[in-house]
């Protein structure tokens, strides 16, 4: 910096000044400016699923609730509106995206898998568009198990590029120079992808053993020796399968730095720069950061080509650090990872169950911080019947998941192993995966360039449209008018004028499940001969990311414990299959109906056919129920008036609900409450032998409600678009608003009558649970009679970032 | 002592000279002799640096080695029985070769520890003392003094003060936090009539071993006690940490009362006004008060005559304070320099409940006697909401305090009331070593 040079001189008390300059020559400066510029520029998302199962039967809904953070601090986050999730089977080519409301950086809903699902195993992603710019690598995975009852259980293990098992090798610091004693740590996977067991020695070209190896867990572990250049090293590898194995070790260089890491103090991470060449080692640089923030930069001076940094372990979040190693041109040597648990995580408590009635289980959840604080925090809590399963459900905890894998390359293995205990055991393990896995937020070469990734995607603000108006010669055109109308029953017009590139973007109001939109273009001079072309959204990329997948037991299980339900439907198939070689959608919509005399045996049905454009069902079932008439009576609960249906004939008794089998207390009882877009089929019942089965609670007609399940295409009713012959300038498009969740009913306390049917599996589900003041929360739920043991899964976040997990059986 | 806003009586507690730093960058080998005022070798006394684990005794040469970390000033002990307790600052890199020389206690003391044990004095004191020492928490109760034979106590009848003395270190074994204590206590005084309380102290803590659920219950006690200590404060004043570790500071403040200064202005104006016809009337207030009714309508006189009785200033909270507007960091000290005074709040957790009954039992003996003459039993009163912890802190002689990044303080010119008066005694001491990661 020649200004500089000048300005030094000049005054002592320019030296301040001068140093501010001097900011470009220093490397550790440069290296903090181009990362704190990176987090700041590229702000990273994580996503994290609690998911109720990770294995489904074909027509099952799973429940999800979804937490979107920002990776520096894990706090929710606020910048993204829309969640996708895609359902995948790359093997099948199967494809489906849903879209979510994120609200303050949780979304929560329903997948319904289509029983029309083959047996595989399924990814399951989820992302916002933000994400989308930093590749696939950084979404949130998880494999899904579907198993279709029709079809055979087992389902075959996905095949990796492997053609057999592997063993791979990792320097610790990243290489290996001559005299200079290293850890290596290792992993071995099979075909699958899944660690297998290893044990071997490692010798030198004359066949002499140098050291031996051991895998401690899921296939990796760790080995020291001193390499000496002008040797060629080897492992002899035994797999625990059986399979022996040569596999060359990493090459020697004869000079060059190691950086160790000793992870093992409680206060303090100690690293180690050694170095070995012709000439004496030169001062370095060591840069540590954790979640995108330098935590410091220190310059390493060696004595006698060695060197020991101390860092504070509390100068750290809990999570990956990343130590890494410059010269003083800031070209990076060596790096390691290490994982520090300040042990800071939510503490989750569960009370003994307590019995309020023969079914009903109420249970107290304490909540506090590490020092025992109460938090108030938002969870979900899945209760799951474990009746005939044993196995733990195997799926990474928030913690595992925003703290662990997903800053790491690759799959882990059962993540939460390393969060079991705080033993010398489980912390070396964890280290092992240190050495193994690498860090994958961004690659040096680029950032130090100063290269950014390609920004393609904003983060979304809202459901919107967006696309280009051309001319007849595909030619953008510029200032020109797009003017969307709504066909749905929500009807609405909007209209964009295009810019200089033409084009448009339409911010859409909230919008739930399938619209249908005219999309009308013109020039400014009002011809409309053009034509538009809308930005593609659906992530046409196919699946890249392998993931492990969990045992088959599981999915057998289950299917096994439900063979009755599924028969049963199956059966009722069959029945109409019978009747009608090709089931009309009615039938097969009925298929799932829990009427009680057999499904459609009603005097009257209608089907979510019935029921497109309409979002008033009360209104709407006036024009379309015959031999009912509605009454406006105050509803209560609202405190305004409702259409409460009666039948003629009913003896001037309202008409009973029966939401999915389960009859509706008539307090709760208001049909605007039932989401229309959730109904699959109405069986009206008016009088006689049929509301026998219902007693007397129906003796006013009954009306009996069966929501969607994923057993029909929704959209088969729906009318075909008339695209054949391109209009110009107009444009009809079907638009996939938010996916409308179906509620998973759980029934009151008091409920009484029958039970609904239900897949077991899900026994509760809640996405919203909050913890108070006092840091506690209420868990009730209904665990019927032949539920014997279950697996409470509580999953949350706390204001400041702070995850909380808790798995636990429970037998009753 | 000038105390503004204070709502209740107030415990005095003088903190120590705490010069641990414990950073763990180097550590060093202190090297020392103890020996009496002949010169002649003391073996077995106890060297300790005060307020942490680093203890050991002197060998038969009275010699000793300490193993301390390398930076920062340390608080050197040598305690032993029968001689009194020695203290000297060593500063980094200092003092390799130390020298203590011990006095033996004088045979006055002696007097007042065999008189005390023969008086029984412990019966009549021991509570007092252990309240005032221990502290009155859950934790405090479970802490047990295994030699309480060595306190004599000394009751001044005409200044009310009670003096407690030892001539050996006093063991108390902490069965909550798994400590064993080893205090020389080198002046104690109990104010009884206000119940403040003047002690300095050196304290050397030994973990005790324990297994499983033991260990387990200790590990999380020391969380809780922890979460509610000074030392939790000071850390997070010196990290900046103020606002994610739940503190929330406030400076009292006296104000001008602007509203009285507006009736004021109001009635000035009315004087000027009709100065002329009020100079003929003798009461200028009574004739002045009826223009303005007149003028103002005789809801606002009413009004203006209630402002008019309130003070001219009040004490005001100020806005939540940053940390750089009490404090400087430098070369790895925070100095904290405020003036009045300032109230710490801890935002995270709600007052034990030892403390909300001390609390409320010290308001309701001396401000809502008017209750307690109308013959309403306690139970009947509507009990007062648990609050959050806080205590109200000022400077003696405006001189800063210097905070070390472990929390520890290097005088004791800050003075505390409230929440940390009661609260931070032996029961609920850890030494500053510890973190709760």
Request: net charge positive; proline share 4%; aromatic share 8%.
């Amino acid at each position: 910096m020649p200004s500089a040079k000048i300005l030094l001189p000049v005054a002592v008390l320019m030296l301040a000044l001068s140093c501010a300059f001097m900011v470009i020559d220093d490397p550790g400066d440069k290296i903090t400016a181009l990362l704190t510029r990176y987090a700041n520029k590229f702000p990273q998302q994580k996503v994290h699923l609690h998911l109720d199962r990770n294995y489904a039967a074909a027509g099952d809904t799973l429940n999800f609730k979804a937490y979107v953070v920002m990776a520096e601090n894990h706090r929710l986050s606020d910048t993204s509106k829309i969640l996708y999730i895609d359902l995948l089977d790359a093997d099948n080519g199967y494809s489906t995206t849903l879209n979510y409301q994120i609200e303050a950086g949780t979304a929560s809903g329903t997948i319904e898998i289509p029983d029309s699902l083959k047996n595989g195993n399924y990814t399951l992603r989820a992302y916002t568009n933000w994400m989308k710019n930093f590749g696939e690598e950084f979404f949130y995975h998880a494999v899904l198990k579907v198993g279709n009852a029709s079809d055979n259980i087992t389902v075959a293990q996905k095949q990796t590029g492997n053609k057999e098992d592997q063993l791979y090798f990792f320097a610790e610091g990243g290489k290996l120079v001559d005299q200079l004693v290293s850890v290596v740590g290792f992993k071995a996977i099979d075909k699958q992808g899944k660690g297998i067991a290893v044990s071997g020695s490692v010798t030198d070209e004359s066949g002499k053993s140098i050291a031996s190896f051991r895998s401690a867990y899921a296939g990796m572990g760790r080995f020291s020796f001193k390499p000496e250049a002008g040797h060629q090293y080897s492992a002899v590898v035994k797999f625990s399968n059986g399979i022996e194995k040569k596999i060359p070790l990493p090459q020697i260089a004869e000079s060059g730095y190691v950086l160790t890491a000793n992870n093992e103090d409680r206060n303090e991470i100690r690293a180690t720069v050694n170095y070995h060449g012709k000439a004496a080692g030169q001062s370095v640089l060591l840069v540590t950061q954790a979640n995108h923030k330098v935590i410091n930069t220190t310059q390493v001076n060696l004595v006698n080509n060695k060197a020991t940094v101390a860092l504070k372990r509390r100068d750290f979040p809990t999570g990956i650090a990343q130590l890494t190693l410059f010269d003083m041109a800031a070209e990076p040597l060596a790096e390691r990872l290490v994982f520090i648990n300040r042990n800071d995580q939510l503490r989750l408590q569960l009370s003994a169950p307590q019995t309020t009635t023969a079914t009903n289980r109420k249970l107290t959840l304490k909540v506090s911080d590490a020092l025992l604080n109460p938090v108030n925090a938002k969870f979900s809590v899945a209760v799951l019947d474990q009746t005939l399963n044993s196995d733990s459900l195997n799926m990474p905890s928030i913690m595992a998941d925003l703290l662990l894998t997903s800053d790491l390359k690759g799959a882990i293995e059962n993540p939460d192993r390393y969060f079991k205990d705080r033993s010398p055991e489980t912390a070396l393990l964890l280290d092992n995966l240190m050495l193994t896995q690498g860090w994958r937020r961004f690659n040096w070469k680029d950032m130090l360039a100063g290269k950014d990734p390609q920004l393609l995607y904003p983060a979304e603000k809202s459901q919107s449209v967006s696309g280009t108006l051309l001319s007849k010669k595909d030619v953008p055109i510029s200032n020109g008018k797009v003017m969307l109308v709504s066909r749905s029953d929500s009807a609405f017009t909007l209209n964009a004028v295009t810019d200089d590139k033409g084009r448009f973007t339409f911010d859409l109001p909230l919008l739930f499940e399938q619209q249908l939109f005219n999309l009308i273009g013109a020039d400014d001079k009002g011809n409309s001969d053009g034509k538009i072309t809308l930005d593609n959204k659906i992530l046409a990329w196919p699946e890249t990311i392998h993931r492990l997948t969990a045992s088959d037991d599981q999915l057998k299980k289950y299917i096994t414990a439900n063979q009755q339900l599924f028969n049963n439907r199956s059966k009722q198939l069959k029945e109409v299959v019978i009747k009608a070689k090709q089931p009309t959608v009615t039938e097969k919509a009925l298929a799932s109906s829990n009427n009680l005399n057999g499904a459609g045996n009603a005097d009257q049905v209608l089907t979510f056919q019935d029921l497109i454009n309409c979002h008033d069902l009360e209104m709407c079932l006036q024009g379309k129920l015959t031999g009912v008439s509605f009454k406006s009576v105050i509803d209560n609960n609202s405190n305004s008036y409702k259409s409460v249906p009666f039948a003629a004939g009913g003896m001037g008794k309202p008409m009973l609900i029966v939401l999915d089998g389960v009859p509706v207390a008539s307090s709760f009882s208001r049909l605007n409450n039932i989401p229309v877009a959730t109904i699959q089929t109405i069986e009206v019942l008016r009088g006689g032998a049929k509301l026998v089965a219902y007693g007397m609670q129906a003796s006013g007609g009954a009306l009996i409600i069966t929501t969607k399940n994923g057993t029909v295409d929704y959209n088969a009713g729906i009318e075909p678009l008339r695209n054949n012959k391109p209009v110009p300038g107009l444009m009809l498009l079907r638009y996939n608003g938010y996916h409308k969740a179906r509620e998973f009913y759980n029934p009151p306390a008091n409920a009484q009558g029958k039970q609904n049917i239900r897949m077991a599996g899900t026994v509760y589900w809640k996405a919203d649970l909050r913890s108070n003041d006092d840091g506690q929360a209420t868990i009730e739920f209904k665990a019927p009679a032949n539920v014997k043991k279950v697996a409470i899964v509580i999953e949350g976040l706390s204001a400041e970032g702070k995850t909380g997990y808790l798995y636990q059986t429970q037998a009753f | 002592m000038q105390k503004p806003c204070q709502p209740m009586k107030t415990i005095l507690v003088a903190f120590l000279l705490l010069m641990s730093c414990l950073r763990v960058a180097a550590q060093q080998n202190l090297y020392g002799r103890v020996a009496d005022t002949d010169g002649a070798p003391l073996a077995g006394a106890t060297v300790f640096i005060s307020e942490s684990k680093i203890g050991t005794v002197t060998d038969d040469k009275g010699n000793f080695v300490l193993r301390v970390p390398g930076s920062g000033n340390l608080k050197v002990v040598v305690s032993f029985i029968g001689y009194e307790t020695q203290m000297q600052t060593v500063a980094p890199g200092m003092g390799a070769n130390l020298s203590f020389v011990m006095k033996p206690v004088s045979n006055q003391l002696k007097d007042v520890i065999i008189t005390s044990r023969s008086n029984d004095n412990w019966k009549r004191w021991g509570e007092a003392f252990t309240a005032a020492f221990i502290g009155s928490s859950e934790y405090a109760a479970h802490c047990t003094i295994a030699n309480p034979q060595e306190i004599g106590f000394e009751f001044d009848k005409s200044t009310q003060i009670l003096h407690a003395y030892a001539s050996v270190p006093i063991m108390v074994q902490n069965e909550d936090l798994g400590y064993l204590v080893t205090i020389a206590l080198v002046d104690f005084k109990l104010y009884t009539s206000s119940n403040d309380v003047d002690y300095q102290a050196y304290y050397l803590f030994n973990e005790m071993k324990g297994k499983g659920e033991r260990q387990a219950r200790w590990e999380e006690n020391r969380r809780k006690v922890y979460a509610l200590s000074l030392m939790h404060f000071t850390r997070a004043l010196y990290d900046g940490r103020l606002k994610e570790e739940g503190f929330e500071i406030r400076r009292f403040m006296q104000v001008d009362n602007k509203e009285k200064q507006r009736v004021k202005k109001i009635y000035d104006q009315q004087y000027a006004l009709h100065a002329d016809s009020l100079k003929k009337v003798s009461d200028h207030m009574a004739a002045l008060n009826k223009i303005i009714a007149n003028r103002f309508g005789k809801d606002s006189l009413r009004y203006y005559k209630k402002v008019l009785a309130e003070k001219d200033t009040e004490i005001k909270m100020s806005e939540l304070l940053k940390v750089d507007d009490i404090s400087e960091k430098k070369d790895k000290v925070r100095a904290l320099s405020f003036k009045n005074q300032l109230q710490v709040v801890y935002k995270k957790n709600k007052e034990p409940e030892e403390y909300y009954k001390f609390r409320n039992n010290t308001a309701l003996s001396t401000e809502n006697i008017a209750v307690r003459t109308n013959d309403i039993s306690t139970s009947q009163l509507v009990m007062p909401p648990r609050l959050n912890p806080y205590t109200e802190m000022w400077l003696t002689n405006s001189i800063p305090v210097n905070i070390k990044e472990n929390g520890a303080m290097d005088n004791t010119n800050l003075y505390m009331s409230g929440f940390w008066g009661w609260w931070e005694k032996i029961g609920t001491k850890l030494p500053y070593e510890y973190y709760p990661d």
